[in-house]
């Protein structure tokens, strides 16, 4: 299933940067999808997750900061990041589960399908 995540690159702290999952082949964005990431040497973890009816749950560290939204006609996913951090560097992933409601972020084995990545990087 093709996730395809674009939309990274370098940028200084406090800097912005907007990440778009581009989905096809089915509806994805119709259904539950979410943002992990994966820093060198640390376990993935879960961004934000949005689910059939809207709902978003953000991960505690990026709370206030970044914002999940998705765009149905275009069948695609986007994370807004704002005020960013060197330790929001990390490689990006998108992932997607043909269900109406997300699983909790720390259930990233139950996310069926993940795009290649797009990484982020935040200097000081």
């Known amino acids: 299933v093709p996730l395809v995540e674009s939309g990274g690159g370098s940028v200084q702290a406090g800097g912005s940067l907007r990440l778009s999952c581009a989905a096809s082949?089915?509806?994805?964005?119709?259904?539950?999808m979410a943002w992990f990431r994966q820093a060198p040497g640390k376990e993935r973890e879960g961004v934000a997750s949005r689910d059939f009816y809207g709902t978003t749950v953000y991960g505690d560290s990026v709370k206030g900061r970044f914002t999940i939204s998705r765009d149905n006609p275009k069948n695609t996913l986007y994370l807004q990041m704002n005020s960013l951090k060197p330790e929001d560097t990390a490689m990006y992933y998108c992932?997607?589960?043909?269900?109406?409601?997300?699983?909790?972020?720390?259930?990233?084995?139950?996310?069926?399908?993940w795009g290649q990545g797009t990484q982020v990087t935040v200097s000081s």
């Open positions: 082949d089915y509806p994805w964005s119709t259904r539950c």
């Open positions: 992932a997607a589960r043909p269900n109406y409601i997300c699983p909790r972020l720390d259930q990233i084995i139950d996310y069926n399908y």
